[in-house]
């Protein structure tokens, strides 16, 4: 991969970022008419977590800017990154990870938003299996979420960190609700995020121990990405969606128990508002850092993300 890539495309794509930072004013306003239509390409199911993403027909962010926004699912954000690749959206909810992987194929991307700037992904194993640092994961069996999801990029940091590849163990998919197979002790143990993890406890999960991998490598989770040619063709409708979702993120981060509420309706892991209240909470925390308080949700830290890039290369990822 050609790093410099990377650092060429972090800065054209801080020109959408730029149109919704604090000073709003910049950004274009929506010409009347006919609205424009986005399509979404998510890394999961319309799930809680994203609830400010799913509840425009209630709060009308999105229409506020001109823009029938549609969010399909995935399964990964690789998937994510394959349907913007195809032509089947605009937009991918994706992690760098899989953004680092298609640039390293000749995708031509740009990131457009931050989404989470903290990196929420851990490994996770009950608490009898004696797995507290990267190395005690030789030999074992992990889930993964999918083979092109987060999950299983974030391991491979921590097994590399470790001085191991993937062969030195055995990765498994087991879908979104993965903790089942660790409780049922069909795997060893299973890589997921912070919500996850919650969602596991709240279904049964016992005591665990938890690898953390912002402990090795701090990137965000996630990220919006588009095409070099979608970003020349629908710059407009993309400097109006950068804005519109960072006012929806303002107000989950200042509602959260209305966004609770509303994922009830509109998430489909949502039936229980008090544990939807806590995931909301948790992504709320990964939505800030110290760069947004600076320059506002959704800034870009091109030095972060090139460290990511240059991790992922000297691992051999």
């Given at each position: 991969?050609?790093?410099?890539?990377?650092?060429?495309?972090?800065?054209?794509?801080?020109?959408?970022?730029?149109?919704?930072?604090?000073?709003?004013?910049?950004?274009?306003?929506?010409?009347?008419?006919?609205?424009?239509?986005?399509?979404?390409?998510?890394?999961?199911?319309?799930?809680?977590?994203?609830?400010?993403?799913?509840?425009?027909?209630?709060?009308?962010?999105?229409?506020?800017?001109?823009?029938?926004?549609?969010?399909?699912?995935?399964?990964?954000?690789?998937?994510?990154?394959?349907?913007i690749l195809t032509g089947q959206a605009d937009i991918a909810f994706t992690d760098p990870g899989s953004l680092y992987f298609a640039l390293d194929q000749g995708a031509k991307l740009k990131v457009i938003y931050n989404i989470y700037p903290q990196n929420v992904f851990n490994v996770v194993s009950l608490k009898?299996?004696?797995?507290?640092?990267?190395?005690?994961?030789?030999?074992?069996?992990?889930?993964?979420?999918?083979?092109?999801?987060?999950?299983?990029?974030?391991?491979?940091?921590?097994?590399?960190?470790?001085?191991?590849?993937?062969?030195?163990?055995?990765?498994?998919?087991?879908?979104?609700?993965?903790?089942?197979?660790?409780?049922?002790?069909?795997?060893?143990?299973?890589?997921?995020?912070?919500?996850?993890?919650?969602?596991?406890?709240?279904?049964?999960?016992?005591?665990?121990?938890?690898?953390?991998?912002?402990?090795?490598?701090?990137?965000?989770?996630?990220?919006?990405?588009?095409?070099?040619?979608?970003?020349?063709?629908?710059?407009?409708?993309?400097?109006?969606?950068?804005?519109?979702?960072?006012?929806?993120?303002?107000?989950?981060?200042?509602?959260?128990?209305?966004?609770?509420?509303?994922?009830?309706?509109?998430?489909?892991?949502?039936?229980?508002?008090?544990?939807?209240?806590?995931?909301?909470?948790?992504?709320?925390?990964?939505?800030?850092?110290?760069?947004?308080?600076?320059?506002?949700?959704?800034?870009?830290?091109?030095?972060?993300?090139?460290?990511?890039?240059?991790?992922?290369?000297?691992?051999?990822?």
């Open positions: 991969m050609k790093l410099s890539r990377l650092i060429i495309m972090m800065i054209l794509g801080l020109l959408l970022t730029a149109c919704g930072a604090k000073d709003e004013g910049q950004t274009p306003s929506a010409e009347k008419g006919e609205p424009k239509s986005l399509i979404v390409a998510n890394w999961s199911q319309l799930i809680t977590e994203q609830t400010n993403l799913l509840v425009d027909e209630e709060k009308g962010f999105f229409k506020e800017q001109d823009l029938d926004i549609e969010v399909i699912p995935g399964s990964g954000g690789g998937d994510a990154i394959k349907n009898e299996s004696g797995i507290t640092k990267p190395e005690d994961l030789k030999g074992k069996t992990i889930g993964v979420y999918s083979l092109s999801s987060g999950t299983r990029q974030n391991l491979l940091i921590l097994l590399h960190k470790a001085g191991l590849s993937e062969e030195d163990v055995k990765i498994v998919e087991t879908g979104l609700l993965n903790f089942a197979p660790l409780m049922q002790g069909q795997v060893d143990a299973t890589a997921a995020t912070d919500t996850g993890l919650l969602l596991g406890k709240q279904k049964g999960l016992g005591e665990v121990n938890v690898l953390e991998v912002t402990d090795y490598l701090n990137i965000p989770s996630d990220v919006f990405v588009v095409t070099e040619e979608t970003y020349e063709q629908k710059r407009a409708e993309l400097q109006r969606f950068v804005s519109a979702y960072r006012k929806s993120a303002e107000w989950m981060i200042n509602n959260p128990e209305e966004a609770a509420a509303l994922a009830k309706e509109y998430a489909i892991d949502g039936k229980d508002e008090a544990v939807n209240l806590e995931v909301i909470k948790l992504r709320n925390q990964a939505s800030v850092s110290s760069e947004t308080e600076e320059r506002g949700l959704g800034a870009l830290n091109l030095e972060v993300l090139q460290e990511g890039a240059d991790t992922y290369q000297q691992l051999g990822l």
